[in-house]
């Protein structure tokens, strides 16, 4: 025997009955994306790695040890995106994009790359569902983008916490880096390795130690806000009044400073119970200076990026995932048979009904067991003998009982729908809407 050859560890399948709560989470985004204005953007997952390692900051986590990286066969060095940011950025400094427009909304749907020790809610292939604004750096694009993800959590009934915090910029950001420096010097022997290193390198990292130890000390540590210049105290002021204005709540965390060096100002972070450790279920801010950073024009921009994986496995926790039966399921017996089926099964599906087709070579006794197992209300049975009479007979799976129907493939698929629900051809309460026409919901996928 072989051996099996199987996925790579912390890259995993996407099976339904999961996948399609995952095309109702895409789905719903799009919806909120479009209604704000946002146009989709698709980048492809390899870039060259000093995208990332200038784009997201060589001292961090992610460049110095979570990147898939690798010599291409012309020795260029390539890297699997580990976030879609840097990106983004890319795409729209090569394209030109801020001389189409003065402010460019931007979403993207798709897979990215991390080499993390694999755990619940953490995978080296996850997926994020981001979006960026280009081009305003008014507190009020900072308050609306916050007002779109309370929204969208608030709308799936999901309960949430947003935590934010402002990171100043470049102007009061270095004597608030220098006042970390000096107080973790101070208390050095209680602090960890990792900090010890990130001390010299990237103090603010020190606030987001997981160590229980370096945690104790640091709570005690200074905070940005004492430290804002007066431009970003006024900008956060202002987005936490907007957001104060619609009611959105959340909570002020001097200690989140993100795993990223692209931030400065407004930074905020979705928390959501039932994750466990891996608890953030989205994350972003305001990234000034980065466009300029990758070569690109002085433009400023915000965006964040939610974690499908989190996402969905909060929604499980709500409903649990179901598929959603056929509007029909359609059983022939035999190879003749088997034809009329066929082209039944497509005019229905033209029709915009969701329609189950099996295989005429199946006995009735497996077809009803499968057609039971899907969900389906209603069997239409097509024997043999019933084929000249351009006849077949509708099963009730609930009522348990069998009727004949007509089957007439010159009418609408709405008329043959109804003839095969209700025989006696009078518009049937049952009738189903066609697919498109149907209500979204997460217990309906
Ligand atoms: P991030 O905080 O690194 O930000 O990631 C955003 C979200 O992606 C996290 O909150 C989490 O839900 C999910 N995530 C991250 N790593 C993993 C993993 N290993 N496994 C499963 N889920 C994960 C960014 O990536 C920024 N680009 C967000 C952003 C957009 N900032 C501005 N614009």
């Avoid at 130890?213 to 940005?224: E, N």
């Avoid at 009044?241 to 972070?269: H, I, K, M």
């Avoid at 009803?368 to 389906?376: F, Q, S, T």
């Amino acid at each position: 025997m072989p051996e099996l050859i199987q996925s790579v560890r912390g890259m995993n399948d996407l099976l339904p009955p999961d996948s399609a709560k995952w095309g109702y989470v895409e789905r719903r985004c799009r919806e909120l994306f479009e209604r704000h204005g946002y146009e989709e953007i698709r980048t492809p997952v390899l870039e060259h790695t000093p995208l990332f390692a200038r784009g997201i900051g060589e001292t961090t986590d992610i460049v110095e040890k979570e990147m898939y990286t690798f010599t291409d066969r012309d020795e260029s060095s390539l890297t699997l995106r580990p976030e879609g940011t840097a990106s983004v950025i890319r795409a729209y400094i090569e394209h030109s994009l801020a001389h189409r427009e003065p402010v460019s909304k931007l979403f993207y749907i798709g897979p990215m790359f991390r080499r993390e020790r694999p755990q619940k809610g953490r995978y080296r292939q996850f997926h994020q569902i981001g979006a960026e604004i280009l081009g305003r750096d008014d507190p009020l694009i900072d308050a609306e983008l916050l007002l779109m993800l309370h929204d969208f959590f608030t709308a799936l009934r999901l309960e949430v916490t947003i935590d934010v915090n402002s990171l100043g910029d470049a102007v009061c950001r270095p004597a608030y880096r220098e006042s970390l420096r000096v107080f973790g010097e101070s208390r050095l022997a209680q602090l960890c390795e990792n900090c010890h290193a990130r001390l010299h390198r990237n103090p603010l990292r020190l606030l987001d130690c997981k160590e229980p130890g370096c945690r104790q000390v640091t709570a005690d540590a200074p905070v940005f806000a004492d430290f804002l210049c007066a431009p970003c105290r006024d900008h956060f002021a202002r987005v936490q009044d907007y957001l104060r204005r619609e009611n959105v709540p959340f909570a002020l965390n001097p200690r989140l400073v993100r795993g990223l060096d692209y931030y400065c100002r407004t930074s905020f972070e979705v928390i959501a119970q039932g994750l466990g450790s891996q608890n953030a279920v989205c994350g972003g801010g305001r990234y000034d200076g980065l466009v300029e950073q990758l070569g690109g024009p002085a433009v400023p921009g915000i965006g964040f990026a939610i974690g499908v994986e989190r996402l969905v496995m909060l929604l499980q926790a709500q409903a649990p995932p179901r598929s959603s039966p056929p509007d029909l399921f359609i059983a022939p017996l035999g190879e003749a048979a088997e034809g009329r089926a066929f082209s039944v099964a497509h005019r229905l599906r033209l029709g915009g009904y969701r329609i189950e087709l099996e295989s005429g070579s199946r006995g009735l006794k497996a077809q009803m067991r499968r057609a039971d197992k899907l969900g389906a209300r209603y069997v239409l049975i097509l024997g043999e003998n019933e084929l000249a009479a351009g006849k077949g007979t509708v099963r009730d799976m609930q009522a348990k009982s069998d009727r004949p129907a007509a089957i007439d493939l010159a009418l609408p698929a709405r008329a043959m729908i109804e003839a095969i629900y209700n025989p006696s051809s009078q518009p049937s309460a049952l009738s189903p809407q066609p697919e498109g026409a149907e209500q979204d919901s997460p217990g309906k996928v």
